[in-house]
């Protein structure tokens, strides 16, 4: 495993720009006119980020595993459908076998029949009876990857920063999940983790109202309906860290830093001695802000539908 982010697989192989995302999926669908035609998918694809993430995170809880687990298994399935249309494939069984593969590699092992086991009750559309149905989608997933695994996140950027910058304890757990977030957007596939976790560390501290408590749902009292469950931990993956409207007042938020306070004045000061680049802090805070509007439009139930329409005919052959 290579310690340093710049050497490392990921840096290497799997970072790119916006167009050559956009290049890359659109070759993916013009290659397939007659699978696009067959199931149609949510136009806007952050709507069905959102809802992978929050199926990933359901089947993370069921088997007591940590954040970094369920956040590894949502970059493998970004990576793997960057080569795969998706339309190819029973996403159900994909995110198993992420999952799966995951807790191999974030060294917190789950037997085969375990992960099995939950998923079959909680999608009825996996369509997999069988622990060699994962072996096999195992099998394509790591050979899809070309055996490059090792990921490198911004939790642990985020914790040292936290420290540097003297974030409250409130403060680090929003910022948290932020970066969670982030996780719904192709973010992880542009930046290096610490560019995300300074992302992260801005909205959480120029967001949060003083007195208000942390949390998933801690600034969408303006949200949707669609985020206005509690969540029981940061990592639940229930919903944005924001809502959109409120989100929005960040961009506004770069003009005039270092009259914020104290604390965001020492990021600033932090900022202009490192060699972080701020437009990509930047890109990365209106990247999160366009995504707290994007979800309030979000409706599960249609999502759901559709994708399980595909993993009905996926897991029949058709």
């Known amino acids: 495993m290579a310690s340093n982010y710049w050497d490392s697989t990921q840096a290497k192989h799997f970072t ?15 290659s397939n006119p007659a699978l696009v035609i067959k199931h ?5 694809s952050r709507h069905l980020s959102i809802f992978l993430q929050q199926n990933l995170n359901k089947l993370a809880r069921r088997l007591n595993l940590r954040q970094q687990a369920s956040a590894t298994a949502q970059i493998y399935l970004k990576r793997f459908y960057l080569c795969v249309e998706i339309r190819r494939t029973n996403p159900y069984l994909l995110m198993a076998t992420a999952l799966y593969l995951a807790c191999k590699m974030e060294e917190s092992p789950q037997h085969i029949r375990l992960v ?7 999608w009825p559309d996996l369509c997999a009876n069988e622990v060699g149905k994962i072996g096999e989608a195992e099998f394509g997933l790591i050979s899809t ?3 490059r695994l090792i990921l490198h ?11 540097v910058l003297g974030l409250s304890a409130e403060e680090a757990v929003l910022a948290g999940s932020v970066v969670n977030d ?9 930046y290096a983790p610490h560019v995300l976790a300074v992302a992260a560390i801005f909205l959480a501290v120029v967001l949060r109202p003083a007195g208000q408590p942390a949390g998933l749902q801690a600034h969408s009292n303006a949200g949707s309906s669609a985020s206005s469950a509690p969540a029981s931990s940061p990592a639940a993956g229930a919903g944005p860290a924001f809502g959109g409207g409120v989100a929005q007042s960040a961009l506004a938020s770069f003009a005039g830093l270092k009259q914020a306070g104290p604390k965001m004045g020492r990021m600033v000061d932090w900022l202009a001695e490192s060699r972080v680049s701020v437009e990509q802090v930047v890109d990365a805070v209106q990247e999160l802000c366009s995504l707290y509007e994007c979800w ?15 993993a009905r005919e996926v897991g029949a052959g058709k």
């Open 16 to 30: 790119y720009t916006k167009s050559s995302l956009h290049q890359t999926r659109s070759h993916l669908l013009a």
């Open 182 to 190: 982030c996780l719904v957007t192709d973010l992880p596939l542009l």
């Open 153 to 163: 996140h911004p939790y642990r950027s985020l914790g040292e920063l936290g420290q």
């Open 40 to 44: 149609p998918l949510p136009f806007d």
């Open 145 to 147: 990857l070309g055996s």
């Open 116 to 122: 099995l086991g939950e998923a079959a009750r909680l």
């Open 296 to 310: 309030e439009g979000y409706q599960e139930r249609g999502v759901r539908e559709a994708v399980g329409r595909l």
